[in-house]
């Protein structure tokens, strides 16, 4: 927009109040936090909640089961309660970490500088700006003495950006090359400027990144397993009921049974398909393992992104204040023998207490570490700071005694400083390692001295030349050696320049074969632009439309995409991502916080692992409770199924309350220890399935299973018919049989190989949560008054003895069932069933 105003006056109050009216306050448009109904109707949303919900309501409307559908109701509202009060929580979380906009700025107003709250400020105010300012909105330079601006957030480029008056701007500029203008949220490094306010709110730069975040977030692997897994378990608990009522109407057809009993055994049976306690199982595992996060310094705002961290098989990181510290630092040095390179670096700089541009204070830092102080009583006459004309800054200082003449310091790029120095041999072996110090990807920075009071003399005295580079974090190598053990590809996005990029990124570990910058993406088609996108290892001089294209690319490929980021560049990457990090570090920022799934408060990479590892445990224990779950439902199916057919005299093998008592009840307490459980070794070896949660092998492994567990109980209930039992006796039977033989698939799910390999007995939960559970059918079974309502009575030894078996031989035979493919020619220890990558279950 162009704006004309009285740049040596400002605004009038009377135009600033009527363009703050026009305009509307200097804030971004914050997204509101959902209401409680929104945050609820989620929840329901959701196609296991659904199902729960149309099961609780079949319960108690057409089969009269008022406490069995009470129960289910109660399930459907715990999982709902945890969920909603979760992400409220981790929003309130997120809210509280603050902001970086600017809470006050210096306008002119009627001629007087003066200060008024950021969103107050208007487009045509006169704006000023010095060292250690956050500037409050987009605004043209109109003067400036030396500027340095933080533009990280935006651009990703670390090293801070000069700015001088009639400089590039415009949108056809990139950013970081926009040296004529100033953005709103970027930090002031050095120098002071006066600015002309041109945009402001959702207007500015960083308002039109966020305005990029609308639309919904990408589902997380988990919640698009869940859906799928739902609608399957839909359709079985579908197909089952169905088939019960077709056989049992043969059986209404000879009189053998009222057309009633058979349609609301058959409703029992579909409701029996569906695993009631699976909601609450994830939901519970997914709520602790949030709190478990969140000591760590991970906040999830989203309970599926936990199992999503786990199944990440690309991490997008951003270099700056993740891989590095943010900071710079001097990692090397060429000097002439006898020169004084760090006191020169004392006296030309500006940094004060820590504050300053990022280049003075690492100098600062560098040069007191090596004992460097300047004489007392030495004193500044003149200076010149960092120019982007000159590429240097100069210094005039005096010493303390009269006979010491005026000493003129200059320190900058080397080809600058360099030309002003007397040649000869020590300038030639200066000019010689500065591409050696280049090809490192380190800034080099020139020192020269001479005896002048003339900020522009040449002839100087060469003192040497200092590689300063972004830290890296100590952490970050590790990590990265983390990532590749548990089968993670690691990038690194960076707006930085390439050869900087590659440099760091061989010191992290991370490939640098592959560096492709944005330029060179430039002009490409759409499917070539994507391949070079994928095969890349390290990303520099993006700009964020190149970083959404990278997620969407990565997405388009099959992988899963953790993305992270700290400014308002990598918001719309991290808004696409299956599971977008914020790193909450100093200089993030909150569109950043709002657009991720979860956000790191310490900035470090090495916390990401560790929420892989959580997601990883998580995924395991997801994998085992749908495992344990849908064996035993499809058990009870066949068991019901086939008897139907072997044993006509029992009209219905297992009565409708004796299938509700045992999904209910029965599966909860198991299933929840399974979410929670913690298996022995390093979580980052389980590796997760690509193909999801109810893929065709993982059913095959159920469907095997669960004929395990129903011919043994149909071998246990056959005998009890032979020897003549009632039919109360034998349902009892089968109701005993059953709940023991699928207790102990607990422990055949949870194992990576077999069931009592070394460290099975790892899990105190699950063994407490089995004997609890056995327990309580016990009880029912030995007890008349307890069992008198789920239609069971009391056994004789034999019937004991015949459950009992079952219960030892289950674990045994599903073992034998996988001996072949634990034990196949592509076999590998850690992986079950031999193939990389598997989870288990």
């Not at 089952?240 to 109407?249: D, N, R």
């Not at 095969?535 to 899963?560: C, H, I, M, N, W």
């Amino acid at each position: 927009m162009s704006i004309k105003a009285d740049t040596s006056a400002g605004l009038g109050e009377a135009e600033a109040a009527r363009l703050l009216g026009e305009y509307g306050p200097n804030e971004l448009p914050r997204s509101r936090p959902p209401t409680l109904v929104a945050r609820v109707a989620r929840q329901l949303a959701d196609p296991l909640s659904i199902l729960l919900l149309i099961a609780g309501l079949v319960t108690l409307l057409v089969l009269a089961e008022i406490p069995e559908g009470i129960a289910i109701l109660t399930i459907l509202v715990v999982n709902v309660v945890i969920g909603a009060g979760q992400e409220a929580k981790a929003d309130q979380a997120v809210r509280a970490l603050g902001t970086l906009s600017a809470p006050m700025a210096k306008v002119r107003r009627d001629g007087v500088t003066r200060r008024v709250p950021a969103a107050e400020v208007v487009p045509g105010d006169v704006i000023e700006v010095a060292a250690g300012d956050r500037v409050p909105a987009d605004a043209r330079v109109l003067e400036a003495g030396a500027v340095g601006v933080d533009e990280a957030m935006l651009t990703g480029e670390s090293r801070s950006a000069g700015k001088r008056v009639g400089g590039a701007g415009g949108a056809g500029v990139a950013l970081g090359d926009r040296d004529g203008e100033l953005f709103s949220g970027t930090l002031v490094v050095r120098g002071a400027a006066t600015a002309l306010v041109e945009r402001t709110g959702a207007a500015t730069e960083m308002g039109r990144i966020a305005g990029a975040l609308e639309g919904r977030q990408h589902k997380g692997p988990l919640e698009a397993d869940l859906a799928q897994a739902s609608r399957r378990i839909g359709l079985l608990a579908l197909i089952a009921g169905v088939i019960m009522v077709l056989l049992g109407l043969t059986r209404v057809s000879r009189g053998e049974a009222a057309l009633l009993d058979i349609v609301l055994a058959g409703v029992a049976l579909a409701i029996a398909a569906v695993p009631e306690s699976l909601a609450t199982a994830v939901t519970t595992a997914l709520a602790l393992g949030s709190q478990r996060m969140a000591r760590l310094g991970v906040i999830v705002r989203r309970l599926s992104a936990i199992e999503a961290l786990g199944a990440t098989t690309v991490i997008a990181s951003d270099k700056t204040g993740t891989l590095t510290t943010g900071r710079l630092a001097v990692v090397d040095q060429v000097t002439i023998a006898g020169a004084d390179v760090w006191r020169a670096a004392l006296r030309c700089n500006d940094a004060r207490d820590g504050l300053g541009d990022a280049v003075d204070v690492a100098l600062r830092a560098a040069a007191e570490r090596n004992g460097a102080r300047l004489s007392h009583g030495e004193r500044r006459l003149k200076s010149r700071p960092f120019d982007a004309e000159t590429r240097s800054m100069a210094v005039v200082t005096e010493g303390p005694l009269p006979t010491e003449g005026p000493l003129l310091t200059v320190k900058g790029a080397p080809e600058a400083v360099l030309a002003r120095c007397v040649p000869g041999e020590q300038t030639d072996r200066l000019m010689n390692a500065v591409t050696e110090l280049a090809c490192q990807g380190l800034r080099v920075l020139a020192l020269a001295e001479g005896d002048s009071d003339d900020l522009d003399a040449g002839g100087l005295r060469p003192l040497g030349l200092l590689g300063l580079r972004d830290e890296i974090r100590p952490s970050a190598l590790r990590a990265v050696g983390d990532c590749r053990a548990a089968g993670i590809r690691v990038m690194m996005v960076t707006g930085d320049h390439g050869d900087t990029a590659r440099a760091v990124a061989e010191e992290v570990g991370i490939d640098s074969a592959a560096v492709v910058t944005g330029a060179s993406l430039e002009g490409r088609g759409a499917e070539d632009r994507a391949a070079r996108l994928r095969g890349a290892s390290v990303l520099a001089r993006v700009d964020p439309a190149t970083k959404l294209d990278l997620v969407r690319a990565l997405q388009e490929g099959g992988e899963v995409v953790t993305m992270t980021g700290d400014g308002v560049n990598d918001a719309p990457a991290l808004r696409h991502a299956d599971v977008g990090v914020a790193m909450a570090g100093e200089e993030g920022t909150d569109v950043a916080r709002e657009a991720a799934a979860v956000v790191v408060t310490n900035g470090e990479l090495g916390t990401i692992v560790t929420g892989v590892r959580e997601g990883r445990r998580l995924h395991h224990n997801v994998t085992s409770m749908i495992g344990y779950l849908l064996t035993g439902n499809l058990a009870e199916i066949f068991l019901v199924l086939v008897g139907l057919l072997l044993w006509p005299d029992l009209i219905i093998p297992l009565l409708p309350v004796h299938l509700l008592w045992i999904n209910l009840v029965l599966d909860g307490i198991p299933a929840i220890a399974l979410g929670v459980d913690r298996p022995a070794g390093d979580p980052l070896a389980l590796r997760p399935r690509r193909d999801g949660l109810l893929s065709g092998a993982v059913l095959r492994r159920v469907a095997l299973r669960s004929l395990v567990v129903g011919l043994l109980v149909i071998a246990a209930v056959e005998a009890a018919r032979r020897m003549g039992w009632s039919d109360e006796q034998v349902r009892t039977q089968a109701v005993l049989t059953l709940v023991l033989a699928r207790l102990t698939l607990a422990y055949v799910v949870r194992a990576r190989r077999w069931t009592f390999e070394r460290g099975w007995w790892h899990g105190r939960t699950i063994t407490i949560a089995v004997a609890a559970t056995a327990l309580l059918q016990v009880l029912v079974t030995l007890v008349p008054f307890l069992g008198a309502p789920l239609a069971l009575v009391p056994l004789p030894a034999t019937g004991w003895a015949l459950a009992l078996g079952t219960a030892v031989l289950t674990p045994l035979l599903c073992d034998l069932a996988r001996w072949p493919a634990v034990n196949g020619a592509d076999a590998r220890p850690g992986d079950e069933y031999g193939r990389p990558g598997t989870g288990t279950g």
